[in-house]
């Protein structure tokens, strides 16, 4: 979010931490002023391994079905958490910063860092704020269904941040997304009732469900 910024006063109070800073210092310092360096070609390699990451998922889920899609939402929950720990832990919270100022500039770093597009946040109320995804630089080449391979790593992000602060405790949950055909990606996140179901969490059950049919489908066509 180097040019971006949010009204709130107290944004600038938490001094967020800058994942991988020594890899983004050498490249900041050393790569990005090369007259023979292309940043388009960052673009583009994020591209490529995001196709890599969701070709992986869908093949180990057609050859080893539940088990192999288990792996590999372990897998980028575990990569999730590495994000978090990295941007989140050990910042300080400062007097007068809310529980939603907390959480929409939490999702303001994810946003913008971990997923490096262009978003326009709104705080609500006290138990509410949302998130429009502007531009996601994933969003000319995933399909709607593709998106599952960021829930893992936000479910990564989230269970990480409720661990380092228990008492906020949100769901978050999306109303629509550009791979699906709508303007932008839409997302709100609100006070979490005691023991209610993970919203995040259960949604993300739902497409193994749908994915795992697909296998099934496919499984029985080789039988046919």
Known sequence: MAKGDRKEKNWKKIKFKEPYKKASDRFRSEILPRPDFDP??????????????????????????????????????????????????????????????????????????????????????????????????????????????????VQGILDRVREMHPHVDYDVEFLSTIPAGAKTCKFQITKRRPGSPDKWKLYSEILEQRALKRWKAKQKKKTN
Do not use: H
Not at 56 to 72: H, I, S, T, Y
Not at 96 to 114: H, M, R
């Open 40 to 153: 388009t070609t960052l673009f583009q390699f994020s591209i490529f391994m995001a196709k890599s990451l969701i070709q992986m998922l869908e093949d180990v889920e057609a050859n080893f079905g539940p088990e192999g899609q288990k792996v590999c939402n372990d897998a980028l929950i575990k990569v999730g958490r590495d994000m978090a720990d990295q941007m989140f832990s050990g910042i300080e919270i400062p007097e007068g910063v809310s529980d939603i100022e907390l959480v929409s500039f939490l999702a303001t770093k994810i946003n913008t860092v971990c997923w490096t597009s262009i978003e326009e946040p709104r705080i609500i109320n006290d138990e509410k704020c949302e998130f429009d995804i502007l531009w996601c630089p994933l969003e000319d080449v995933y399909k709607a269904f593709d998106c599952r391979i960021q829930r893992y790593l």
